[in-house]
């Protein structure tokens, strides 16, 4: 049996933990990139879209990309390591590796996998901002995290992340 997911106060804690400093501004929930858009003049920095994906021997990976970049899902397995062609993976494994339902998968979710499940993948032209924001762990609040720091807490909950060109 696993434990409850993670909450966003939680995760809070967990980066206070680590001295990562981050801000956090709430709004109603968003399920979209069209939907986040409206926040932009409020929330600077990269915006992030995360695809929970696998492939057919179930190795599961997030891909973190800037908000409007396009990922191949046709191709992007030969860049991340995949056995095979990537599909989008289920929501029932969704919440029990990331502790997440559709809407919210979040490069925070890494908190939740502590079984160490998924692989994180950080596309290297989101990594041009200073600042990435991210849902943390609801999609009805905004964190912004430094891509340092961002990079420092991923290695904190046990994931080494991939730092790929996965974006056209």
């Known amino acids: 049996m696993t434990s409850a997911p993670r909450t966003p106060d939680d995760l809070f804690a967990f980066l206070d933990s680590l001295d990562i400093r981050h801000t956090t501004k709430t709004h109603p929930p968003v399920f979209t990139v069209s939907e986040s858009e409206s926040l932009r003049d409020e929330i600077p920095g990269g915006h992030t879209k995360n695809l929970f994906v696998k492939d057919k021997k179930d190795q599961y990976f997030v891909l973190t990309v800037e908000e409007r970049a396009s990922v191949d899902l046709k191709t992007v397995h030969k860049v991340i390591g995949a056995s095979s062609r990537v ?13 997440v339902i559709p809407g919210s998968v979040t490069v925070f979710g890494a908190l939740n996998d502590t079984n160490g499940h998924v692989t994180f993948v950080l596309d290297e032209d989101l990594l041009q901002h ?7 762990l609801s999609n009805d609040q905004t964190t912004s995290i430094s891509r340092d720091d961002l990079l420092r807490f ?6 080494r992340p991939l730092v790929l060109k996965v974006t056209d």
């Open 130 to 136: 200073d600042v990435i924001n991210g849902h943390p």
């Open 87 to 99: 599909s989008f993976g289920r929501p029932e494994m969704m919440l029990e590796y990331l502790g």
């Open 154 to 159: 991923l290695e904190a909950t046990g994931h």
